[in-house]
C-alpha cells in the first residue's frame, strides 16, 4: 500500500495549512472531495472541532490538522486526532497522536529527526515556499538531499514552488510521494482570504523573505510587500494576515503571506479545479 492509498486520498495533492483562518473548513473540504488532502488551519481547541465538524458535513474524504508546535496545548492535539492526519511544524517533533502524523521540516537534519521520532511521512519545504518558512535552499535541491538521506520507502512531500502540473510532475519524479500547494489554494475562492488580499497576491511579481510580521513569533516569513513593508522601522507587527472576517485594514498593515510562485498564478479558481489541474 502507498502512503496515499494510506491516508485514503487519490490525487498526489496536500492543499497546506494556511494559517490564522485562512484555510478553514470550505477549502479543506473542497480539497478532500476531489481526491486531495485538505488541511484546516485554525488556532484552539474549539476552533479545530468546529471546522472539523463543518468540513466533515461537506466531504467524506480525508483531512488533516495543521499544528504549530510553539502555539498548540494538550487540547488543540485532542480536538485534531479527530482528523486523518495530523500535520505539526516548527518544533522538535514528537508523536503526539495515535493517526497519522506529518512532520514539516526545512532541512536534512529535521526530516531525520522527524524520521527518528516515528512521523509517518515528512514535508520538505523549500526557501521559495510562502507564509513561515523553515527552509534555506530550494525545494528540489532539499528533496534530493533528504531523499539520499531516509529510507527509499520513507514517505516525503515536497512544499515550496508548486502552482502547476509540470510541478508535481518533477516533485514526483525527484521522488516525494505528493506535493503540497499553498498559495494556489490561496488563489481559490474557498480560502478565507481577504478579497483585496486575493487582488493584491493576483498582481504581484515579487515576493519577500522578512521577519517584520513577527511579532509574537519571530520566526521567517514570505510575503508580498504592501505598504507596511516599505515602512519597517515601526518595528515587528502582528503576524495576522487578511481574512474575509478580519479588518480590512490588514492588506495594509498585515503580512501578505504569499510564495514565489506568486508571480505564475493569475486567476482565482475553485479547489477543486485546482486539484485536477495539479494531478499529472
Known amino acids: 500500500m ?15 495549512g494556511l494559517g490564522g483562518g485562512l484555510s478553514r473548513h470550505e477549502l479543506a473540504a473542497a480539497v478532500s472531495e476531489a481526491g486531495g488532502l485538505g488541511t484546516i488551519a485554525v488556532l484552539g481547541a474549539e476552533a479545530i472541532e468546529a471546522e472539523l465538524t463543518a468540513a466533515r458535513a461537506l466531504t467524506g474524504g480525508p483531512l488533516a490538522v495543521n499544528l504549530l508546535l510553539p502555539f ?11 482528523a ?24 536534512v537534519a529535521e526530516a531525520r ?10 514535508i520538505v519545504q523549500g526557501v521559495e515556499a510562502g507564509g513561515h518558512v523553515r527552509g534555506t535552499v530550494p525545494a528540489m535541491e532539499l528533496l534530493e ?19 502547476e502540473r509540470d510541478d508535481v510532475r518533477r516533485a514526483l519524479e525527484g521522488g516525494a510521494s505528493a506535493a503540497v500547494a499553498g498559495t494556489r489554494f490561496l488563489l481559490s475562492p474557498e480560502s478565507r482570504a481577504h478579497p483585496e ?28 510587500p504592501n505598504a507596511a513593508v ?14 474575509d472576517d478580519g479588518p480590512p485594514g490588514l492588506v495594509d498593515d498585515g503580512p501578505l503571506y504569499a510564495g514565489e510562485t506568486v508571480a505564475r498564478i493569475g486567476d482565482v479558481r475553485p479547489a477543486a479545479e485546482i486539484v485536477v489541474e495539479l494531478t499529472p
Open 145 to 163: 538531499r533528504v531523499r539520499a538521506a531516509l529510507p527509499d520507502d520513507y514517505p516525503l512531500l515536497l512544499a515550496g514552488g508548486i502552482a
Open 2 to 16: 502507498t502512503f496515499l492509498e494510506h491516508i485514503g486520498i487519490e490525487a498526489p495533492v496536500v492543499q497546506a
Open 113 to 122: 529527526a522527524a524520521h527518528a521520532a516515528g512521523a509517518d511521512a515528512a
Open 84 to 107: 486523518e492526519v495530523v500535520v505539526t511544524f516548527w518544533g522538535d517533533p514528537q508523536r503526539r497522536t495515535r493517526g497519522v502524523w506529518i512532520h514539516q521540516c526545512g532541512s
Open 230 to 243: 516599505e515602512r519597517p522601522d515601526e518595528g515587528p507587527l502582528p503576524p495576522l494576515a487578511p481574512t
Open 72 to 82: 498548540a496545548e494538550d487540547d488543540w492535539f485532542e480536538a485534531a486526532a479527530a
Open 197 to 224: 488580499y486575493r487582488e493584491r497576491l493576483l498582481g504581484a511579481e515579487r515576493t519577500i523573505l522578512t521577519e517584520l510580521f513577527g511579532l509574537g513569533w519571530p520566526a521567517p516569513h514570505r510575503v508580498v
